[in-house]
């Protein structure tokens, strides 16, 4: 079965700084999707960036990127010039091409610090 | 973009009654869609996956008789909550894959906080 660990339960970053969040996978396909999530106070779920497996290239979103290591199974996000609104809990998840379930980790709390 | 709506917000019930909450694609066509519990601080549990026109698939130590999921149509599913309990309050929210596929993720609705006194 796939797993999703988020080793950070808490990170913390100064407004305008950069912080990466951690998120390691465990599967044996070779075709799966990779997301970052984020839940404001407001619990809504929002799609921060996605990544297919098969492409090399890692994903961007404005001051959001990823770095992806297939080998590794290693799926960071990096957060650039950090802004007060991006103060919520970030959820790395994974949706396997065999069953369409999304998986997640267990999320990290990013506090923003103005 | 797609979204997805969720209702009721948040619901107190007494213990022993039922609880439906709803879960509408509107402006796309959900052939999957799943269902969610979620405790404070904690990650997304999956509980179901609903499928339209066909008995929903639960997951594993998910009671199939006590959360009764229902996708009568591409764009409805609902889940109830039957003779709920205090141990059953919690945050539940439905997601829902478009026709497009695995690699555009998911929609998630607003959520429902679920209170039984």
């Known amino acids: 079965a796939q797993t999703v660990t988020q080793s950070q339960p808490e990170m913390s970053v100064q407004e305008a700084e950069t912080v990466t969040l951690s998120c390691t996978y465990d599967t044996s396909e070779s075709d799966y999707y990779l997301f970052w999530y984020k839940q404001p106070p407001s619990r809504q779920m929002i799609l921060v960036i996605r990544q297919e497996a098969y492409k090399q290239q890692n994903a961007t979103e404005n001051r959001f990127s990823v770095n992806f290591q297939k080998a590794a199974k290693s799926f960071s996000l990096k957060i650039s010039d950090s802004q007060l609104g991006d103060a919520a809990m970030y959820f790395c998840a994974y949706i396997s091409s065999n069953t369409g379930k999304l998986i997640f980790g267990q999320g990290t709390t990013l506090q923003v610090k103005p | 973009g797609a979204v997805v709506s969720q209702h009721p917000s948040w619901v107190i019930c007494k213990s022993g009654t039922s609880v439906k909450i709803e879960c509408r694609s509107l402006?796309?066509?959900?052939?999957?869609m799943f269902w969610y519990r979620q405790f404070p601080k904690q990650s997304l549990m999956l509980m179901a996956t609903?499928?339209?026109?066909?008995?929903?698939?639960?997951e594993q130590g998910v009671e199939k008789d006590k959360f009764l999921i229902n996708h009568a149509s591409l764009t409805l599913s609902t889940l109830t909550v039957t003779s709920a309990h205090p141990e059953d309050s919690s945050f539940y929210i439905c997601?829902?894959?478009?026709?497009?596929?695995?690699?555009?993720?998911?929609?998630f609705g607003s959520g429902t906080r679920l209170t039984v006194v």
């Open positions: 997601s829902a894959r478009a026709r497009r596929g695995n690699s555009y993720g998911y929609t």
């Open positions: 609903s499928n339209e026109g066909s008995k929903a698939t639960y």
């Open positions: 402006d796309f066509q959900a052939t999957t």
